[in-house]
């Protein structure tokens, strides 16, 4: 089932960033947002999580406020709020692989990330496995391919970051039971430059 999707990253005259992924197809629609900002450490310190759904007239609505002046969570869904404990370092779906991202650019090899994902805390650790050239729609691109490490093996989950282009995410391929699901960049923009095809040797 093909899913067309628009990932984009903005800055706000705020100096926060917001990082938002709508994807629709004619069964529904998602809309993921994070708002965050980056400490002078390059640390991303996330403020706001938000992931709303509607597919086949089922809805699905929830809210992370991270309050850290008093390290307090806020989780909201189907208007029931909930508050829990805040650890220094918490990151939300998004913004962990936003930190994967700048982690790797900074030639850092160790990734672990505590992320708290539908008001649960839960730790996100990913290798290097490979560095490769990828084939996508807008040609070959510079990659390095990162994993996910788990416990279990059931669920396999596998990104491509343009080395290129800032580690912009130009693939990701999730395999759990036997289904694969994968998001593969149709186009896209790095700082108002669109993202162009590595240029190919060719033999004379």
């Known amino acids: 089932m093909d899913i067309v999707a628009e990932h984009r990253l903005e ?8 990082e938002t992924l709508d994807a629709k197809n004619i069964f529904g629609k998602i809309n993921e947002q994070a708002l965050f900002t980056v400490a002078d450490n390059q640390q991303v310190i996330p403020q706001e999580y938000s992931y709303r759904r509607s597919l086949i007239g ?6 992370q406020v991270f309050d850290w002046p008093n390290l307090k969570l806020e989780y909201t869904k189907k208007d029931q709020t909930t508050t829990s404990p805040l ?8 913004t962990h692989k936003l ?6 650019k900074a030639g850092k090899e160790i ?13 996100y650790a990913y290798e290097i496995v490979a560095r490769e ?11 390095v391919l990162v994993q996910r490490i788990r416990e279990d093996q059931k669920r396999t989950t596998k990104i491509w970051l343009a080395s290129d282009w800032d580690y912009l995410a130009v693939r990701l391929e999730q395999i759990e039971n036997g289904e694969s699901h994968e998001m593969t960049i149709i ?3 790095v700082d108002n430059q669109p993202v162009a095809p590595l240029k190919m040797a060719t033999e004379i």
């Open 11 to 18: 800055k706000l005259e705020s100096g926060q960033y917001r």
């Open 87 to 94: 650890q220094v370092g918490s990151l939300d779906i998004i």
């Open 187 to 189: 186009n896209g923009q």
């Open 58 to 63: 089922i809805k699905r609505a929830e809210k």
């Open 133 to 143: 050239v990828l084939e996508t729609a807008i040609g070959p691109l510079n990659t």
């Open 99 to 104: 930190q994967l991202r700048r982690d790797i």
């Open 111 to 123: 990734f672990s990330y505590p992320v708290i994902s539908r008001g649960k805390l839960k730790q």
